[in-house]
């Protein structure tokens, strides 16, 4: 009978970890910085005054000593120490120009550091991108997709059972892109019951990884598809895309900035033009047998495209490049403005002529290279969009900074809509995520 007891216990522990097994979360020293202005938003040349707190298990930390740098965001102008009596104190500071102004402070506590920053909005209405548009962008990218449409999409659609519902049917599929062989991969999400339905895009951020679709807003009664961007099949396990992100395609956004025709964003871009094209393509299927027949596609008016950071870029490229998209939803998107490191203001990821190390513009950047990667400029995009769209991001933001999606915003063409979420950094929270699904849907789903 004990030996029963036991074997029981053992199991009542392996099923039920989350009572058994304690975990870490969080720091109980945590240091605060919250700005006077509730918005965030200043004026230009307008004081700021940040508000700094160190506690310990929610309380004050006395003779807390801390270090500080500020001004401009990627730039900063001022760096000190002091030592926090009470726990907590006032650094004050102000920005002549638009853009953004960010404290950085380190708390020294019991032989750790824990830090933490603030970046204000300084009149971020009047933030101009400084992206150069080649003469010829326009021509470059017309003739870019029709040589890509030289390509048969020949798709291929693989029934995911143990991904569908009675609600929603799943599928692996792949179509060719921009040459024989290089195929584009990724999750579609159809509703089950047969239709004319909206359809969305979903392009991806930064990375390699395996998808798993949009169940929740394919059950709203929308076609999506989820794409990768690396012409390789996304159902495999983590592991092979760690191998490949740590051979491969390390650092693939850094591959063939030299010239426009080898940028590895080339076939990117096309292959998210393509994905619209396969799509458009699925109501061709509604008479055949098999895999690839539905009875649930696109009903040809309303298409959405979205993504954040990377796909952010992507969302505004394809968006401008394909006029059968009718919204849009971009946040906290990456690749946008590059050459603001030649003004020393903050330039967007990857931060091509930003050295990160010194912190400075990188010295006698190739000329040549500057021009060709003009051509990826997310602002350039931006600038030729006429639908609506959803802009959002953080004005904690270390990868993306906020200086370059806003700027990005002000030259967005379209109906527009803007809803940053202040303390958030590379990541959203919920209540932003709800809002940017919430407009996506109401868009698509108008009529």
Same mark, same amino acid.
């Given at each position: 009978?004990?030996?029963i007891v036991v074997v029981i216990e053992l199991l009542v522990m392996i099923l039920l970890p989350?009572?058994?097994?304690?975990?870490?979360?969080?720091?109980?020293?945590?240091?605060?910085?919250?700005?006077?202005?509730?918005?965030?938003?200043?004026?230009?040349?307008?004081?700021?005054?940040?508000?700094?707190?160190?506690?310990?298990?929610?309380?004050?930390?006395?003779?807390?000593?801390?270090?500080?740098?500020?001004?401009?965001?990627?730039?900063?102008?001022?760096?000190?120490?002091?030592? =926090?009596?009470? &726990? #907590?104190?006032? !650094?004050?500071?102000?920005?002549?120009?638009?853009?953004?102004?960010? /404290?950085?402070?380190? +708390?020294?506590?019991?032989?750790?550091?824990?830090?933490?920053?603030?970046?204000?909005?300084?009149?971020?209405?009047?933030?101009?991108?400084?992206?150069?548009?080649?003469?010829?962008?326009?021509?470059?990218?017309?003739?870019?997709?029709?040589?890509?449409?030289?390509?048969?999409?020949?798709?291929?659609?693989?029934?995911?059972?143990?991904?569908?519902?009675?609600?929603?049917?799943?599928?692996?599929?792949?179509?060719?892109?921009?040459?024989?062989?290089?195929?584009?991969?990724?999750?579609?999400?159809?509703?089950?019951?047969?239709?004319?339905y909206p359809a969305m895009l979903r392009v991806p951020g930064a990375g390699v990884r395996p998808?798993?679709?949009?169940?929740?807003?394919?059950?709203?009664?929308?076609?999506? =598809?989820?794409? &990768? #961007?690396?012409? !390789?099949?996304?159902?495999?396990?983590?592991?092979?895309?760690?191998? /490949?992100?740590?051979? +491969?395609?390390?650092?693939?956004?850094?591959?063939?900035?030299?010239?426009?025709?080898?940028?590895?964003?080339?076939?990117?871009?096309?292959?998210?033009?393509?994905?619209?094209?396969?799509?458009?393509?699925?109501?061709?299927?509604?008479?055949?047998?098999?895999?690839?027949?539905?009875?649930?596609?696109?009903?040809?008016?309303?298409?959405?495209?979205?993504?954040?950071?990377?796909?952010?870029?992507?969302?505004?490229?394809?968006?401008?490049?394909?006029?059968?998209?009718?919204?849009?939803?971009?946040?906290?998107?990456?690749?946008?403005?590059?050459?603001?490191?030649?003004?020393?203001?903050?330039?967007?990821?990857?931060?091509?002529?930003?050295?990160?190390?010194?912190?400075?513009?990188?010295?006698?950047?190739?000329?040549?290279?500057?021009?060709?990667?003009?051509?990826?400029?997310?602002?350039?995009?931006?600038?030729?969009?006429?639908?609506?769209?959803?802009?959002?991001?953080?004005?904690?933001?270390?990868?993306?900074?906020?200086?370059?999606?806003?700027?990005?915003?002000?030259?967005?063409?379209?109906?527009?809509?803007?809803?940053?979420?202040?303390?958030?950094?590379?990541?959203?929270?919920?209540?932003?995520?709800?809002?940017?699904?919430?407009?996506?849907?109401?868009?698509?789903?108008?009529?």
């Amino acid at each position: 009978m004990k030996q029963i007891v036991v074997v029981i216990e053992l199991l009542v522990m392996i099923l039920l970890p989350s009572r058994s097994v304690a975990q870490i979360i969080g720091s109980n020293i945590i240091v605060t910085i919250a700005p006077d202005h509730k918005d965030w938003n200043y004026k230009t040349g307008e004081k700021i005054v940040y508000t700094v707190s160190v506690f310990k298990s929610g309380t004050l930390v006395d003779n807390a000593r801390i270090s500080y740098e500020m001004g401009p965001e990627m730039y900063p102008e001022v760096k000190d120490s002091m030592t =926090l009596k009470t &726990g #907590i104190t006032k !650094i004050t500071g102000k920005m002549s120009t638009p853009g953004f102004y960010k /404290l950085k402070v380190v +708390a020294h506590v019991g032989g750790k550091d824990y830090e933490a920053w603030c970046a204000v909005a300084v009149s971020p209405e009047k933030i101009k991108p400084t992206a150069q548009c080649p003469s010829d962008f326009d021509a470059f990218w017309a003739k870019t997709l029709e040589e890509a449409r030289w390509t048969a999409l020949e798709p291929t659609m693989q029934y995911l059972p143990e991904r569908s519902t009675a609600e929603v049917n799943t599928y692996h599929v792949s179509f060719q892109n921009d040459r024989w062989g290089r195929r584009v991969y990724g999750i579609l999400n159809v509703p089950a019951k047969p239709g004319r339905y909206p359809a969305m895009l979903r392009v991806p951020g930064a990375g390699v990884r395996p998808y798993t679709g949009d169940q929740w807003m394919a059950k709203k009664g929308v076609i999506v =598809l989820e794409i &990768g #961007i690396h012409g !390789i099949p996304v159902i495999k396990e983590q592991e092979y895309y760690d191998n /490949l992100f740590s051979a +491969a395609l390390a650092e693939y956004w850094l591959h063939g900035i030299y010239n426009r025709e080898v940028n590895y964003y080339k076939h990117v871009i096309t292959g998210c033009v393509r994905a619209i094209d396969f799509i458009a393509s699925l109501a061709d299927n509604t008479d055949k047998t098999g895999p690839m027949a539905l009875k649930s596609v696109w009903d040809g008016e309303n298409l959405a495209v979205t993504g954040s950071s990377q796909g952010g870029f992507l969302t505004l490229a394809t968006t401008a490049l394909d006029k059968r998209v009718s919204c849009y939803g971009a946040v906290h998107a990456a690749m946008c403005d590059y050459e603001a490191a030649f003004k020393k203001v903050a330039c967007g990821w990857p931060h091509y002529y930003y050295n990160e190390k010194t912190g400075l513009p990188i010295d006698n950047a190739d000329k040549r290279i500057v021009e060709q990667t003009r051509y990826y400029d997310g602002v350039n995009f931006a600038r030729r969009i006429t639908v609506p769209g959803y802009f959002s991001f953080g004005y904690n933001d270390n990868v993306v900074p906020p200086t370059t999606a806003y700027g990005t915003y002000n030259v967005a063409g379209g109906d527009k809509t803007l809803s940053p979420y202040q303390k958030t950094a590379h990541f959203w929270y919920q209540e932003q995520w709800d809002e940017w699904q919430d407009y996506l849907l109401k868009k698509l789903k108008k009529n």
